[in-house]
Structures are given as C-alpha cells and as structure tokens.
C-alpha cells in the first residue's frame, strides 16, 4: 500500500501524512544529486536525453526555475524515464543522433509483448520527426537473442479466454512493423543470436539489418498453427527464387552468414565487433543514409563471410521446382516423386506441420508477393483472427510450448481435409475491425 500510495503522490506532486516528512526528505536527498536539479554540475548527455526536456536550451531553463519547481520537473522526468530504468522490458534513449531501442527481456529471449510494442511504437515516431535524430538502432540484451519472437504464451491465454489482447497484440504489432517499414529514418538492426517471428517482424522491414555468427532466423508460425505473419507475406516471396516459400512452410533455421546470402540480412559483422559498431554509428556526425551504408560496409568488408558458401546452395535447384506449385497438394506430390533425401527429409517436416497453417501460408505468400506492406499487412491481421478462433493455434503451442509432447493433433489432420472454401473464410474482410494503416 505505501509504495503505491508513494507512486501516487509522486505523480501528483502532493504528499500524505503520517509519512509525508521522510517522503520529503528522501526526495529531496535523492533530487539534488539529480544532474536536473542543478544543471551546471551535470552532463548535457543527461539532459538532451530526457524525454521532457529535449532541445538546446534546456539547461538554461531550468536553472531559471525555483528549486521546487525544479523538483516537480525532475519527478515527472523520472515518472517518464521509466523505460530507461535496467528493468525495464525495453529500453528507449538518446545517443549522440541516434535513437536507441534495446530489447531488454533476457530470460525471455526478448520476446515481444503488448507492452513493448506499446512504447516502441510511439518513440520510433516520435524520432521520425525529430531533426536532431539521423538514425534508429534496435538491438537485444543477454547475448543469446534479438528477439525470439512474440509472446505467445500471453496472446494463447488471452485468445482461449477472448481476452481483448488477442486483437490488440497483432494488430498493434503490425502498425509497428509498418512504422518500421515506412520510417523515414535509417533504421539499422543488430540482429545477434535468435531472431524468428516478431523479432523478425521489428527488424527486416527497416533499412538495414545486421547479422553475426550468433544469428538463428527462422519463420517456425506452421508448426504451431499459425502462420509467418509479421509482413511474412511481404519479405518472404520477394527472396531469391522460392526460398521464402521453403521457409515458410518448413521453419528451416539459417544461421550467421547464411542470413544474409539468403537476403534477409543486409549485413554480416562479427558479434564482437557491434559495440564499435554502434559507437561508430552514435558517433556520425548527421549522417545521411549512405554515409550509414558506408560504415556498415566497411565493417562488412572486414569479415570473411563473402567467401563461405550458402548452406542451401547445392538444394536451390531442388528448391525452386518443388516449391513453385500453386497448392499444398501439389507441392507434396512433388516432393513424394522426387524421392531424393532432400525432399523426403521436407516431405517429413511438412508432415508435422497443421494442414490449415500450410494452405494459409501458400496463399499468404502467393498474393503478398504482388501486393504493398500495408496490404499483406492488413491481409495477415485477418488470418491472425481467423487462428485465433480456429483450433490448430492453441494445439500447436500446447504440444511445442506448454506440454512439449512435440505431437500435435491437428483438426482437420490432412491436407484434403481442409477446404478452398475455409481456407477462403480465413481471407475475408473483417468490416470494422479489419487492420486500417
């Protein structure tokens, strides 16, 4: 009760007895440490940083302010720069020109929920505006992942009980990855270690995409019965050949330089060497975008990952005939009569995916591969709600994320099984609630 009550009267600026005096004191302890609070003995880093107080001047208007007015702009800094606390689950600051999110949910692997996307979006618009910011870097803390996707288990609660978040997550997701995707910025991600799903979603629409030897990518949506989403139906088919539609129905893992031979990553530098990079990156001096490519390039330049070989080189051939059918059916057909262990070590993935999930994405992929971000996007919000009051999505996270049996039972259970005029239901517009960007 006392520390929320504390909260309160912080936010506020009143303070209740029996504990108002300590409170007082306590606060006024801790503000004049404050760099705010006497401008002249902290760093204009600190100050050109808060989020209340941004512009030149800032140090000169607060020390024209009384002491406690002072104080009352400090708290409301403070209350605003939550998100810059260590424990917050992303973190959103000010560096040199540069705009910087990190991803702040280690044990998590950084998984993406409602409430990050609720702050990243509006800071990344915010910087879009801003003249003083030239470019938005995202990255991840703890060293084993970007971001490994969102976060399902909360959306699977939420969507079994028609909890609202079964909306709101995807479609506030999806206004996010079109942020990413329109910004005007230079955006640049340091995708080290995992990277799948909605850590996917934050990072391949924007301008630049870094990879490193932790890098592990991958689309897994079929083999929980959903589908790639994010702007899968957008990224995936316009890569070489058929490989974003091999991806896609099959959850195949790349790893390090071979997410960027398969185009997703723009970039390859060795994981050690991203915190120069992003010092260098901080340290450009109003950069224009290709000013940031030529950074980005130099450091490319110093890897030997040019020189190593696709891991699906000798496959692409295989690849683009057996995946270029027009329906499930078919492409299964083709991987029977191939007889090959490529195709029979797909046909075997394959199987385990949920037939719905298949047939959706072959269709998400086919007409997103004509149609504008915004447009795949609004497509995929449907599809998201057409899983979430289907069956195969909650089977698939029950048998891989909660009971980890690893065999789901999927309705319907085969490819013939699920009907064109499903599959169709599954595309149709929503009127009102449909995705509007």
Known sequence: M??????????????????????????????????????????????????????????????????????????????????????????????????????????????????????????????????????????????????????????????????????????????????????????????????????????????????????????????????????GGYFLPRLSGKIGYYLALTGF????????????????????KLPALEKDLIALKSPSTENISDLLNSYHAKSKIDQEKFVLDEHMEKINSLFSATSMEEIVKNLKQDGSPFATKQLETINKMSPTSLKMTLRQLREGASMSLQDVLTMEYRLSQACMKGHDFYEGVRAVLIDKDQSPRWKPAALEEVSDEFVNDCFKPLGNNDLKL
């Open 2 to 231: 006392r520390s929320a009550a504390l909260k309160a009267n912080l936010a506020t600026g009143l303070l209740s007895p029996p504990w108002a005096a300590t409170t007082t004191l306590v606060c006024a302890i801790a503000t004049l440490r404050h760099p705010l609070l006497h401008p002249q003995r902290g760093t204009a880093s600190t100050l050109m940083s808060s989020p209340l107080i941004p512009g030149r001047g800032a140090a000169q208007i607060l020390s024209r302010l009384k002491p406690f007015n002072r104080l009352q702009v400090i708290l409301q800094h403070l209350k605003m720069s939550k998100h810059t606390d260590s424990t917050a689950e992303v973190l959103l600051e000010k560096r040199g020109g540069a705009g910087i999110i990190t991803l702040n949910r280690p044990k998590a692997l950084n998984a993406l929920n409602l409430s990050m996307i609720r702050q990243i979006y509006p800071q990344i618009k915010t910087w879009e505006k801003d003249p003083e910011t030239f470019l938005i870097i995202i990255k991840g803390t703890g060293g084993k992942a970007f971001c490994a996707g969102g976060d399902i288990r909360a959306i699977t609660d939420a969507g079994k009980v028609g909890d609202r978040l079964a909306q709101d997550f995807f479609r506030e997701e999806y206004m996010l990855n079109n942020a990413i995707g329109t910004c005007k910025k230079p955006y640049v991600a340091l995708i080290d270690g995992i990277t799948m799903g909605g850590g996917v979603g934050l990072s391949v629409h924007g301008h630049f995409r870094v990879a490193t030897e932790k890098t592990l990518f991958a689309m897994p949506e079929t083999a929980i019965g959903l589908f790639p989403d994010v702007g």
């Open 253 to 272: 893992r790349l790893k390090g330089g071979d997410v960027l031979k398969a185009g997703i990553a723009t970039h390859f530098v060795e994981s050690e």
